[in-house]
């Protein structure tokens, strides 16, 4: 195995996107 600089973007970006949706959706649920 050998890690690539471009596999670790791809898997760091969606886990980056994911924890944004669930931030947003926790600020959406206290300001309701």
Do not use: C, H, Q
């Amino acid at each position: 195995f050998e890690p690539y600089k471009d596999s670790r973007v791809d898997t760091v970006a969606p886990k980056l996107v994911f924890i944004a949706l669930n931030l947003a959706a926790m600020g959406l649920g206290v300001w309701k």
